[in-house]
């Protein structure tokens, strides 16, 4: 497993976090079929990616933290003006399962 499948790893949680925030915390109904278009895409595109480099699946736990960082903060920039909240902390379960099985929306 090389460094440019971890980094994609890394991108494609961040961006499935970030959109789980938007679909989870914003209330913009407009939007809910494009972030849910997104996170269906991010998910199939991390089981590719796990499917293809099981090895990764370690590298999971170490890294959820970073990408959690980083979908947060770039999603706060975006909002905040808005004047949504997000919490600090995942509130979900973080394992491979969970991140790629559940709506936590729903």
Partial sequence: MGRSQRKELEIRL???LAHLLQRMYVNMPDCFNGWENTIRGQRLQIEVLLNNYPSLKSYWDGHFSDAW???LKHTRKEYQSKGFTFPNEWESGRDINSILDIDFWA
Avoid: M, N, W
């Fill in 69 to 71: 960082r980083f979908a």
């Fill in 14 to 16: 961040a961006t499935l």
